[in-house]
């Protein structure tokens, strides 16, 4: 075999085994963090997270929702990240992106009872940041974040 055949089938083997399903794997990850160097992989997590619908969840209707980390540190981290009994985390404890596998992994709604399900990532969200805790604060008077749908999701 001529050298230029053999390195042809070597780039193909690459790009189509090693290559390619990591981009798509990449892209079934729904986050895009704004500061690169930083997520869970290397032992630290990103401030800023650009949420999306999981790719399974088809179109998206609304724009990407901005999370910062910093704008919340007045919580504890186990306020937002919990086990599967939803018991809070420590510090100590693995802390994972919310639709990560086993947990809020419902990509499609297939049923009014999927909807309601805290699987579906629509539903856990919106219960908990917009319901369960930025419309409470706000109606305890408390400083809160966005409640109105384009303040998350800007047009
Ligand atoms: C506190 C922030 C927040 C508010 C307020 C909020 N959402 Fe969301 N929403 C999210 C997050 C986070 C997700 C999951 C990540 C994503 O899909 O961007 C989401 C997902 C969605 C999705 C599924 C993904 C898509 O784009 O199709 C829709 C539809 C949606 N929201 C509509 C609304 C509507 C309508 C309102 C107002 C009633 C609203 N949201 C208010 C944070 C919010
Ligand atoms: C106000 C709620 C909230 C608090 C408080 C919070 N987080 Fe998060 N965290 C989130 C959300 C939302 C995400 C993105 C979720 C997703 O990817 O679906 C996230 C993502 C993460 C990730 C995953 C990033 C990655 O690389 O996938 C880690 C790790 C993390 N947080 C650790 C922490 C630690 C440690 C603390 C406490 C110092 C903390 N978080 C406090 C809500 C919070």
């Given at each position: ?65 901005l999370f910062s980390h910093s704008s919340h540190s ?25 639709m990560s596998d086993g947990c809020h992994d419902m ?49």
């Amino acid at each position: 075999m001529k050298k230029s055949v053999v390195i042809g089938v070597i780039c193909a083997f690459f790009l189509g085994f090693m290559v390619l399903p990591s981009l798509y794997a990449g892209l079934t990850y729904q986050h895009e963090f704004k500061d690169k160097n930083k997520s869970y992989a290397h032992g630290e997590y990103a401030d800023e997270i650009l949420l999306y619908a999981p790719v399974e969840y088809g179109e998206m209707r609304e724009a990407p929702v901005l999370f910062s980390h910093s704008s919340h540190s007045a919580f504890a981290c186990g306020d937002c990240h919990h086990d599967a009994e939803g018991k809070p985390k420590d510090e100590t404890q693995k802390m994972l992106g919310c639709m990560s596998d086993g947990c809020h992994d419902m990509a499609v709604a297939e049923t009014p009872q999927d909807r309601r399900d805290i699987r579906y990532f629509y539903k856990a969200y919106h219960d908990q940041c917009m319901t369960g805790c930025h419309r409470t604060l706000a109606q305890a008077g408390e400083p809160t974040g966005p409640t109105a749908c384009p303040d998350c999701h800007p047009k």
